[in-house]
């Protein structure tokens, strides 16, 4: 990776639908040149998915999302990463990260509702061997997601047209 | 009340701004995607803001001296040496004002009599010229042409001067058009200057937004123009500052003891939090190389290469600027003038920008395009005017 990857990710970390052609322009490659560099990006697995970033509070059929904080014991061979990997199989689960501090993972969550989610936690996760205790945080609003404000309250500055 | 016979005559002639109309329509508007502001979309270094908030907090709140923050002045200077290779005396040639705006109101103020002839390249900013009428001069047009990449060239300049001529407004890197003056074009300015014995005043606000590695060349840098330079420059745009209003002068003595009488008598001095606020932008940026304005630079010149591309593209003839963040892009090919083209847009395809002849006559063709904007609004408002442009085009 040098400087014209990271200015292509940048490009495209902002908005993926800008094409090869105009990333080479924004950047100052040719289009061939961006498209190798983009393909490899993808196959290194330093670009691991498109997506489109919804804002929940609008979309019609509601979406809870809990935070978990969990305890884990360590596994003599494999540490922490074998109940990690337990724990992503589940579909529920949309994000797993190993944490520094009072607890040990940190886990996301989204269900269609409460129960779903309670569900999961008390009869999947809390079950699963070596884990020790789970505390779970229900997320109430997102005010800014990936970057971006989700907050239709959010006061945009004005900016002045000045010559 | 007839107030006309109150009122000054020569403030009453200075036409009024009609840009203002527009956009008044533009902003309120909240579908309208504007491509109209002239300042940074970066915010002012986390640093420079503290500074700021803890200069309030601490109570510094008062005047300072009027020619600014001695300390202010010293980083100036060294900061002048260090990007550009100028020196400046702190104490005796520096001087903080309320924005560059200021500092070029009291450069034309110190140095104008009645009757004498101020030299404006066009298109460029539009306060030169109201500036120079109220300070009793004659603006005089040197117009400047997208074939020299709107350079103001030795040729252009020597036609505009008489024997009344009292100076030039040296306005590189340019608002609007993206021009810059490389050394060489600068020395032949020189030479002009010198034959004809006038004074240059070098608005330099846009310095540290150059493109494609040329660096900027400061007119006071060149071979025996100091003396005869007054510069112009500030933290707005290097910075992302342009709420604060922190500018600054930089003249030989004799000019500088009289732009600092006007300024005493009119403003004091600027606002102390500010150039507390500006003080700690400086050192801040000598601290890191000055990373933020690189970065700020890049990702403008990102947003650069993509609208020139993509206008010359879709028909708009543009030169490539090499400096400040516009592009002012030709509207001919559409039959409209940059005025129509302007309003129709707007109108249309609901996109602002501003008409080429704000900035004088000779830029009547063109419009000019702010890149201060995300690259995903710029994208969003390309695909706008192509449409619209593949409207309108004409074979």
């Not at chain 2, 604060?244 to 003891?257: L, S």
């Not at chain 2, 249309?348 to 830029?363: C, D, H, I, L, R």
Request: aromatic share 10%; net charge negative; with cysteine.
């Amino acid at each position: 990776m040098d400087n014209f990857d990271n200015k292509i990710l940048k490009v495209l970390k902002d908005d993926s639908r800008f094409t090869a052609e105009q990333v080479a322009d924004i950047v100052g490659l040719s289009a061939k040149d961006v498209q190798k560099r983009i393909k490899d990006m993808e196959d290194a697995g330093i670009i691991a998915k498109y997506t489109a970033l919804c804002n929940t509070e609008k979309l019609s059929e509601d979406i809870v999302t809990a935070l978990i904080e969990v305890k884990v014991t360590p596994q003599m061979s494999s540490g922490f990463d074998a109940i990690a990997r337990d724990v992503y199989q589940f579909e529920e689960v949309k994000a797993v990260y190993l944490m520094s501090g009072a607890y040990d993972l940190c886990i996301t969550v989204e269900g269609k509702n409460l129960r779903e989610v309670s569900r999961f936690v008390s009869e999947k996760l809390s079950t699963m061997r070596d884990i020790i205790s789970t505390a779970t945080h229900f997320i109430l609003k997102k005010y800014k997601t990936e970057g971006v404000i989700l907050d239709d309250e959010d006061i945009e500055q004005q900016r002045q047209v000045i010559l | 009340m007839n107030y006309e016979k109150y009122l000054s005559k020569t403030v009453m002639e200075i036409p009024p701004s009609g840009i203002r109309k527009f956009f008044d329509v533009a902003d309120k508007d909240k579908e309208v995607i504007s491509l109209g502001v002239g300042e940074p979309d970066f915010n002012t270094p986390w640093c420079a803001s503290e500074a700021g908030i803890k200069s309030i907090q601490k109570g510094m709140t008062h005047y300072t001296s009027n020619s600014g923050l001695p300390a202010l002045r010293e980083q100036i200077a060294k900061y002048l040496k260090a990007r550009f290779d100028v020196e400046y005396e702190a104490e005796k040639e520096i001087f903080i004002t309320v924005g560059a705006s200021e500092a070029i109101y009291l450069a034309l103020r110190a140095i104008l009599n009645d009757g004498d002839e101020v030299i404006v390249p066009e298109p460029s900013y539009v306060s030169y010229c109201p500036s120079v009428i109220m300070c009793g001069g004659k603006a005089v047009p040197a117009k400047c042409y997208v074939e020299d990449e709107f350079r103001l060239t030795a040729k252009n300049l020597e036609e505009a001067i008489t024997p009344k001529t009292k100076a030039l407004i040296l306005p590189y890197p340019n608002n609007p058009t993206g021009a810059i003056m490389p050394r060489k074009s600068l020395e032949e300015i020189a030479k002009v200057v010198k034959k004809h014995d006038i004074l240059v005043l070098s608005d330099e606000i846009y310095c540290e937004m150059t493109y494609g590695g040329a660096r900027h060349t400061s007119f006071a840098e060149i071979e025996g123009m100091k003396e005869r330079t007054v510069l112009i420059n500030g933290f707005s745009k290097a910075f992302a500052m342009t709420g604060w209003r922190v500018g600054y002068a930089c003249a030989p003595n004799e000019i500088f003891k009289q732009m600092l009488k006007i300024h005493q008598y009119i403003i004091m001095c600027a606002s102390t939090n500010s150039q507390y606020a500006a003080l700690s932008a400086l050192k801040g940026g000598f601290e890191d190389d000055f990373a933020e304005i690189k970065a700020m630079v890049d990702e403008y010149d990102m947003r650069r290469r993509f609208l020139v591309k993509r206008l010359n593209g879709m028909g708009l003839t543009c030169f490539e600027p090499k400096g400040a963040f516009y592009v002012f892009p030709c509207v001919k090919c559409t039959g409209m003038n940059g005025e129509e083209f302007a309003n129709k847009l707007l109108q249309e395809s609901k996109v602002a920008v501003v008409p080429g002849n704000a900035f004088g006559e000779s830029g009547k063709d063109f419009v000019r395009i702010s890149y201060a904007y995300s690259l995903s609004s710029l994208k969003k408002a390309m695909d706008k005017i192509e449409e619209f442009v593949k409207k309108y085009k004409k074979n």
